[in-house]
């Protein structure tokens, strides 16, 4: 039975993994800290999955400033984190990810990313996707992105008749929507498309 | 689908590792005891008849040296024992322009490298680096007419002295970290290019690299500047032979890309397993230019090299591709790093590497993004192929972005061979270690292309041989 953990914050905090456990977290964030968070997640049951998917919503001068420790430490583990930001203002997010896979975790598969849309002049990020890999027999990735609202695929939904706001509103929402996938929880889901109307509320002017 | 006649042959050529290690019995003239103190630098400075700044230049950067800490992350460098290094010698009293003049054991140990006759033809001109000073330096002579100098460093400061004086240490300070201090304090040799405005070196110029004297390291300093509009292509090779004590090889090459200008630097290293490899490669791009660090890392005990481009001003462009194969015992902490501090500059950043038996590669990188850089672009591939479970494999790249207008992109990937690829290509008649090979080629491929022909053969062949007995 697959538990999932709904969280409004990267939390300082350990998780152990238990044999053949399953776990989805998922993080809607929209406010900051300060200093660093330290989150850890241990798979250290044989065949246990976790997979992580936090939405960062930052405005005014808010800071998100975590690391993010995965530690596949038994056979045919799985750690999977996602990670989407979008920022104005002069908010600020920066993730490191510390992965590791050690000697003995062989069939790990383990994934990494983290893509951050800067929405205003004064928003910044920092992105940190660091890989440790002690072994061969593992499936093992990661990716990062920063950037702002694709002027091409603005142009075009522009073409098509939308203002500009709507337009923007539509990119960011797409934007999210891309991990909502993976989420089974409709409740969960609504929450998030609520939290990135209210957020482009806010930042519309 | 029959595999390709030069396939073929790539694969039967894994040639006989004994042609890498051997070494060759040479007279030095004058080598410093081991060890380093203001003395020893003092010597060094009159030996080469420098002018009085550049001794100033060396004892500063020896206070330097020892106010650093050793670096606390990367590769382990506790077995460096700084007392126990010759830092510099000198094996005659001048650098030859004329073969005939080289003596005849250090001939030697060229040929059995395969140098002269091959790369001749190639290579407009040849520096070879043997035990810590040029021996042997011809350019072409069109070259020379157009203005363009290739000259060991030591033979610059003396020459052009101006010129020199204007860049030596402005893309790396002495203070840029603790190897950089030493590598200003005791240099010796290296490079020092200078192309005119509009100048187009047609052919790559190059050096070849050897350490031959049992304990001593090697300083080489290269300095390379690209005058406005013009281009030049920088290729260093380097084949070690095998001794039974540690060395180390500390090298800075500054390299100034001027408006327009575009500069590829080429490496091919294939350090002897005992050899500390720790070199500070930097170049400055300025409005337009274009920088190239292409970066093949073979062998070695321990290698850390990042080469570094800044992107000065508006419209530069900078490219880093790297290539690392740690296999037993060694630790290849190779990367790129790319400062852009002008709009409108993109950059690059692609490294492959492969581990096996036990060898570990990592991947460390930066890419920072000062605000107001706006509609900067840039992206970082790294990938990493694993052949056994013995080996490791780290990555760590760092995006800091501080500007909105800008698309940042990076991905990495790590595989092992595929029993399926391997299965597969065993059906078409190929021994396991073959499969394993092609495989391993085809993997390093994108990168060896970029390669100038006779390199990417030689880096063929290496990589053959390291694959030698690596399967059953």
Redesign the interface.
């Given at each position: 039975m697959k538990k999932i953990l709904f969280l409004d914050t990267i939390p300082d905090k350990t998780i152990i993994l238990k044999e053949d456990e399953e776990l989805l977290v998922v993080g809607l964030i929209t406010t900051g800290w300060s200093g660093i968070r330290n989150l850890i997640i241990n798979a250290k049951g044989r065949g246990s999955h976790c997979q992580c998917i936090f939405f960062i919503l930052g405005t005014d001068s808010s800071s998100f400033d975590a690391k993010i420790q995965a530690i596949h430490s038994a056979p045919k583990t799985q750690i999977k984190a996602r990670i989407r930001s979008a920022l104005t203002d002069k908010s600020s997010c920066s993730v490191e990810g510390a992965w590791s896979i050690e000697?003995n975790a062989?069939g790990a598969d383990t994934y990494f990313s983290h893509h951050?849309l800067?929405?205003?002049?004064?928003?910044?990020?920092?992105?940190?996707?660091?890989?440790?890999?002690?072994?061969?027999?593992?499936?093992?990735?990661?990716?990062?992105?920063?950037?702002?609202v694709d002027e091409d695929a603005l142009f075009y939904l522009l073409s098509r008749g939308l203002s500009e706001q709507q337009a923007r509103a539509m990119m960011v929402q797409g934007f999210f929507e891309t991990e909502l996938a993976a989420i089974d929880d409709e409740e969960i889901k609504n929450k998030i498309r609520e939290a990135v109307t209210t957020f482009l509320a806010q930042t519309k002017n | 689908m029959a595999i390709p006649q030069k396939t073929k042959k790539m694969l039967t050529q894994t040639g006989d590792n004994s042609a890498f290690s051997f070494r060759t019995k040479t007279k030095s003239f004058f080598a410093s005891q081991k060890g380093l103190n203001a003395d020893i630098i003092r010597e060094i400075s009159r030996q080469k008849n420098e002018p009085q700044w550049m001794l100033d230049f060396r004892l500063h950067a020896y206070e330097v040296f020892l106010g650093k800490e050793m670096p606390r992350w990367g590769a382990d460098l506790s077995g460096i024992d700084f007392d126990n290094i010759r830092y510099y010698v000198r094996p005659q009293d001048k650098s030859k322009r004329s073969w005939d003049d080289v003596p005849k054991e250090i001939k030697d140990t060229f040929d059995k490298l395969g140098i002269p006759e091959a790369e001749k033809k190639f290579l407009a001109g040849t520096g070879a680096q043997f035990e810590s000073e040029m021996i042997y330096h011809s350019l072409a002579e069109n070259l020379a007419k157009q203005g363009v100098i290739f000259e060991s460093t030591d033979d610059a400061i003396k020459n052009h002295p101006e010129l020199f004086k204007k860049y030596f240490g402005t893309v790396i300070p002495p203070g840029d970290n603790k190897f950089a201090a030493l590598n200003s304090a005791v240099w010796s040799g290296g490079s020092f290019i200078y192309v005119p405005k509009g100048v187009h070196v047609e052919l790559p110029l190059q050096a070849y690299f050897r350490i031959n004297t049992e304990n001593m390291g090697q300083f080489e300093r290269t300095l390379i500047i690209a005058d406005e509009g013009s281009s030049v292509h920088y290729v260093e090779g380097c084949t070690a032979p095998t001794y039974s004590s540690d060395s180390l090889h500390s090298a800075v090459v500054e390299i100034i890309v001027k408006k327009g200008a575009r500069v590829q630097y080429t490496t091919i290293q294939n350090w002897s397993g005992n050899v500390y490899n720790l070199v500070t490669k930097r170049a400055m791009a300025y409005e337009n230019a274009e920088m190239f660090w292409l970066d093949c890392n073979l062998g070695s005990k321990v290698t850390m090299k990042y080469p570094s481009i800044i992107l000065r001003e508006r419209g530069a462009k900078g490219e880093i591709q790297s290539l690392a194969f740690a296999s037993k015992g060694q630790h290849q902490d190779a990367g790129g790093k790319v400062m852009h501090l002008a709009p409108d500059t993109s950059s690059t950043i692609i490294s492959k590497s492969i581990s096996k038996n036990g060898g570990r590669s990592t991947y460390r990188g930066l890419v920072k993004v000062i605000k107001g850089a706006k509609n900067v672009k840039t992206r970082v591939v790294c990938d990493a192929l694993m052949l056994d479970k013995d080996s490791r494999s780290d990555t760590y790249p760092t995006m800091d972005i501080k500007e909105e207008d800008v698309a940042i992109a990076h991905e990495a990937t790590v595989a092992s061979i595929g029993e399926d690829e391997l299965f597969y290509l065993m059906s078409r008649g190929l021994s396991e270690e073959q499969a394993a090979t092609l495989i391993v080629n085809g993997f390093a491929n994108p990168i060896i292309r970029k390669l100038p022909m006779e390199y990417a053969v030689e880096l063929n062949r290496l990589l053959a041989l390291e694959m030698t007995g690596s399967v059953g």
């Open positions: 000697k062989s951050t800067l929405l205003s002049q004064g928003a910044s990020a920092k992105t940190a996707p660091f890989l440790e890999i002690k072994t061969d027999d593992v499936k093992a990735g990661h990716s990062a992105s920063v950037g702002k | -």
